[in-house]
């Protein structure tokens, strides 16, 4: 060990199997009694704080300026997987719009498990073509199936049904809860 009075030497160059107890000097006293030590606690405590911000989950919380619109034109009658986080991501979906440009285009919104692909109706809107050339916001569907949080694992698909032609434009509101 090339520094016993230093507390970040120990953290950047050496693991456990470095120790000798012959590197200590003594048992009890003073702790923390050396002149740098202040120094190197403040450090220490500035990186565990760092990491924290980056790596610790947000507990629910909203992560600011993280976010998006996803937007996405679907053209066939499908099971669509507009939105599908990454690993370790947590994303809360705040808006969904559609704007069908096609006659009689329906939808059905699911959430599934991405290992299995069994997948849950939220939205069941097969009973009624959506308006022709009308955007629909789904904040104003009752019941409400918005804020709709969706977690590394899980994958929000949107089923496209129609009897002629489908030709829909879907935007989604989007924002982080965890990274």
């Known amino acids: 060990m090339s520094n016993v009075d230093d507390l970040l030497d120990p953290l950047r160059f050496n693991n456990l199997s470095n120790f000798q107890l012959t ?3 003594s048992i009890g006293g003073g702790v923390f009694a050396e002149k740098n030590t202040l120094e190197h606690l403040k450090i220490l405590d500035l990186v565990v704080k760092a990491y924290q911000s980056v790596h ?5 919380r ?3 300026n993280t976010q998006s619109i996803v ?3 679907l053209n066939s009658v499908a099971f669509n997987k507009v939105l599908t986080p990454s690993k370790g991501q947590v994303i809360e979906v705040q808006a969904i ?12 919104i699911y959430i599934a498990d991405a290992t299995t692909g069994s997948r849950v109706l ?4 097969s009973s009624g073509a959506l308006p022709n050339g009308v955007k629909v916001t789904f904040n ?3 019941p409400s199936i918005l804020p709709l949080t969706i977690a590394y694992g899980q994958e929000l698909i949107l089923e496209t049904i129609s009897s002629g032609s489908v030709d829909l434009d879907l935007q989604l509101m ?6």
């Open 97 to 108: 719009d559609a704007l069908a440009n096609a006659a009689g285009t329906a939808i059905r």
């Open 62 to 64: 909203l992560i600011p």
């Open 174 to 179: 989007t924002i982080l809860k965890q990274q």
């Open 122 to 125: 939220l939205y069941d809107g």
């Open 71 to 73: 937007s996405e034109n």
């Open 140 to 142: 104003s569907i009752t």
């Open 23 to 25: 590197d200590v000097r």
């Open 56 to 60: 610790a989950p947000t507990f629910g």
